[in-house]
């Protein structure tokens, strides 16, 4: 039985998911490259790529290169890179593997050419587009005239467009992903028509996160989602209505180490443990507390410290010293990321896994 705090992951909730995922990714005629950023994990990768998955995106370049070094020979870095180290080692890992870029900005894609362009290489590169996040990507009107542009650079192939919108609609949180994602999807496929017209060849159309991917995907001219967390669920795609609590693969164990008074219990987890990044009571989803606890489904998950967490309890609730609970986080990618282990649970197997690109921010 491992030490708590740990991140447990039931390994058929998860093959479920990928399956899931990669069934309805085909019939609606898009291809599926999903973030790894939610496992960080090659061996969860190459179940996606078996299941259906075209390839997978990371955010980071390190993070391809573990990705790579375990098999993975399809990878999309979907973030600018503009430093001549990073884009060296860019250029190096698209000789040994199909790899694509993002890009955002005439500086950034300068920088882009001009570094594999004296390592005798040309870059293979999406074109971001801010679609409403206000994050990284080119503003939308701006979009095709940059576009051009890149395209015009030598040492730079410009075969895409992408974007991550999340669950916005009309520039607001909205519970509506179903127009969330068609709004999403219909927003690119109009902006690479106009590229088109400019003579620039966009094949690729890449949108879509876990909430609104599917519906994105219905859109005709989308031709790719990205979608991350589904792989496993979380309390927010839950509460999203996504999932359900049963389709949640990863939990949080943890036992109570202290009972301060009949309305309170403390973890042996804090923020160390549970990602903080979705807060409770914020818009568009009012969650309570920091994650569900299968144990206690009425307690909340009330305040994080970095070593403790404070449960909120009925009175006389039983909970006690010593005991062992489950908690599904608000937010399982950030909360993976804490964790230099999980633990596949099958059944009565429990296997202890290296959460290979943990902390690759590089």
């Known amino acids: 039985m491992p030490e708590t705090p740990c991140l447990l992951i039931d390994v058929p909730t998860m093959n479920a998911n990928i399956r899931t995922m990669a069934e309805a990714a085909l019939?609606?005629?898009?291809?599926?490259?999903?973030?790894?950023?939610?496992?960080?994990t090659p061996s969860i990768a190459k179940a996606q790529m078996e299941a259906g998955a075209v390839g997978i995106t990371v955010a980071k370049i390190?993070?391809?290169?573990?990705?790579?070094?375990?098999?993975?020979d399809n990878i999309f870095v979907a973030y600018p890179l503009v430093t001549a180290s990073k884009i060296e080692r860019a250029v190096q890992l698209s000789r040994k593997i199909e790899l694509i870029v993002g890009v955002d900005s005439d500086e950034g894609a300068h920088r882009l050419s001009q570094e594999a362009g004296r390592l005798g290489?040309?870059?293979q590169v999406r074109l971001e587009i801010d679609t409403g996040l206000k994050r990284t990507g080119v503003l939308y009107d701006e979009a095709v005239a940059l576009a051009g542009r890149i395209h015009a650079l030598p040492h730079l192939k410009l075969t895409g467009i992408y974007t991550f919108r999340g669950a916005l609609l009309e520039g607001k949180p909205t519970l509506d992903l179903e127009r969330a994602g068609r709004e999403e999807g219909e927003l690119m496929v109009h902006l690479a028509e106009a590229m088109r017209e400019i003579g620039i060849p966009i094949a690729d159309v890449s949108v879509g996160s876990s909430p609104t991917g599917l519906y994105a995907a219905q859109v005709e001219g989308v031709t790719e989602i990205r979608p991350g967390t589904?792989?496993?669920?979380d309390r927010m795609l839950e509460a999203f209505g996504v999932c359900t609590l049963n389709d949640c693969a990863a939990v949080i164990e943890a036992t109570v180490v202290s009972r301060p008074s009949e309305q309170?219990?403390?973890?042996?987890?804090?923020?160390?443990?549970?990602?903080t990044d979705v807060q409770p009571g914020t818009n568009p989803l009012q969650l309570k507390g920091f994650g569900h606890i299968l144990e206690a489904p009425e307690a909340v998950l009330e305040r994080l410290s970095e070593e403790h967490g404070v449960i909120r309890l009925e009175p006389h609730h039983t909970l006690k010293v010593g005991d062992r609970i489950h908690i599904i986080p608000n937010h399982v990618c950030s909360t993976l990321n804490l964790h230099n282990h999980i633990y596949f649970v099958d059944g009565q197997q429990v296997e202890k896994v290296s959460v290979l690109a943990r902390g690759m921010l590089e």
């Open 27 to 40: 019939r609606h005629g898009a291809a599926l490259r999903p973030h790894a950023k939610t496992h960080k």
């Open 121 to 123: 290489h040309v870059l």
């Open 264 to 275: 309170y219990a403390v973890i042996d987890g804090g923020s160390k443990t549970f990602a």
């Open 62 to 72: 390190s993070e391809a290169e573990v990705m790579a070094a375990h098999g993975i």
């Open 230 to 233: 589904y792989v496993f669920n």
